[in-house]
């Protein structure tokens, strides 16, 4: 059974009322594939555009969607985070953005975890779009998470 429907099939948030306070963690990463001329803007650490670095600016909205994930999905809990941040690479020409978030609550923070590398990916397309729109977000993932009922570490 799903955990955010009732017992006749409703959606409904889930009960985390008896649940026991953790230290929970989560890291989720998305990889966004930029094409040569985007890449070429590379200086340093950061693309640099007339928008403003679009690494950093990519980290700031990440961070602000992490925090506002119950707005975005509908039957997450709000929850106050403890931590978010960010670690932004590249290879050749693939941006791996991982989005790490923690916090001691009742319930995990995967969600944000993905939330937040989501839109920080949206946000290296947003910032990048003007060189090309050909800009794959090729994948968005848990890598794991810890601190709840079942703890989850990707293995591939």
């Known amino acids: 059974m ?6 006749k099939g409703n959606p409904a948030m889930v009960d985390v009322g008896d649940k026991a306070v953790t230290r929970r963690v989560a890291r989720a990463r998305s990889i966004v594939v930029l094409n040569d001329a985007i890449m070429q ?20 909205a990440g961070t602000m969607a992490a925090k506002r994930t ?8 709000p929850l106050g985070l403890d931590s978010c941040k960010f670690s932004i690479t590249t290879n050749g020409n693939e941006v791996s953005i991982e989005c790490t978030t923690a916090l001691e609550a009742k319930t995990g923070v995967e969600m ?4 937040g590398a989501s839109v920080a990916a949206l946000t290296v397309y947003d910032m990048c779009k003007a060189f090309s729109h050909d ?6 993932r848990l890598l794991d998470k810890t ?3 079942h ?6």
């Not at 944000?112 to 939330?115: P, W």
Request: hydrophobic share 35%; proline share 4%; with cysteine.
């Open 135 to 140: 800009i794959v977000i090729k994948e968005t």
């Open 2 to 7: 799903f955990s955010h429907l009732d017992s």
């Open 112 to 115: 944000e975890a993905l939330v």
């Open 70 to 77: 119950s707005d975005l999905i509908p039957l997450c809990h």
């Open 41 to 60: 803007q590379l200086q340093g650490e950061d693309i640099q555009t007339k928008k403003g670095p679009v690494f950093q600016t990519a980290i700031i």
């Open 147 to 149: 601190g709840g009922k």
């Open 151 to 156: 703890d989850f570490h990707k293995t591939d």
